[in-house]
Structures are given as C-alpha cells and as structure tokens.
Nanobody, 125 residues
Framework: QTQLVESGGGLVQPGGSLRLSCAASGFTLDYYAIGWFRQAPGKEREGVSC????????YYADSVKGRFTISRDNAKNTVYLQMNSLKSEDTAVYYCASVRLFDVCVLIPTVYDYWGQGTQVTVSS
C-alpha cells in the first residue's frame, strides 16, 4: 500500500524549532519529488518547500526562506523539514506529498499524486 506518513508536529513557542518527517511505504522515494505544504484554518493550502528526486535541489516559499530546510535520506525512504525560528503565522497542518518527477519540483499542490494525512504544528506562547 502506497503511503506517506508525516510526524514531528507539535506545540512550540515562537522562535523554537521542530523537525518534521515524511516516511514513505509501499514505494521508494528515489524517483519522486517531494513537497511540503501547509494549510491554516480558513486558508488555502500553500507550498512551503520541495526537493527534487535526482540532485536534491531545493526550493522554498519566500515566507520560510532562511528558516526552513528540506532534506532527504533515500536510504531511510524519508524526507525531512527542519523548521527554525518559528513564528505564529507558521501554525498550520503540514502535509508532505510526492510526484514522479525528475530534475524539477514545484510548489503547486495539484501536481502531486500522493499525500500524507498531515501533522499539526502550533506556534504559540
């Protein structure tokens, strides 16, 4: 069964850090671009970051550049999102998603085939 499972969310104070994980089962991530997206209550789902399948090039939304880092460990079939200097506006449900693409990734939700169930991130004092 093809599945993506996110973990690592939680409650953190402003300025704190969290590391999200996206573990794949039923398929190998080697040939898939992976994106992280988030959705806050009453807002549309937005792209946060993505990483390509081949050379692990990375892309970030302007709102998270310099604070978030995406990485992948193909041996563990897992992609990570390290989030530092968290702000209240980062509060959302975070999703990872995959699509079979080579040498490119985009922050457009409709491009992606498989989605995880999401993990809640709450930034609050």
């Amino acid at each position: 069964q093809t599945q993506l499972v996110e973990s690592g969310g939680g409650l953190v104070q402003p300025g704190g850090s969290l590391r999200l994980s996206c573990a794949a089962s039923g398929f190998t991530l080697d040939y898939y671009a992976i994106g992280w997206f988030r959705q806050a209550p009453g807002k549309e789902r937005e792209g946060v970051s993505c990483i390509t399948s081949t050379d692990s090039s990375t892309y970030y939304a302007d709102s998270v550049k310099g604070r978030f880092t995406i990485s992948r460990d193909n041996a563990k079939n897992t992609v990570y999102l390290q989030m530092n200097s968290l702000k209240s506006e980062d509060t959302a449900v975070y999703y990872c998603a995959s699509v079979r693409l080579f040498d490119v990734c985009v922050l457009i939700p409709t491009v992606y085939d498989y989605w995880g169930q999401g993990t809640q991130v709450t930034v609050s004092s």
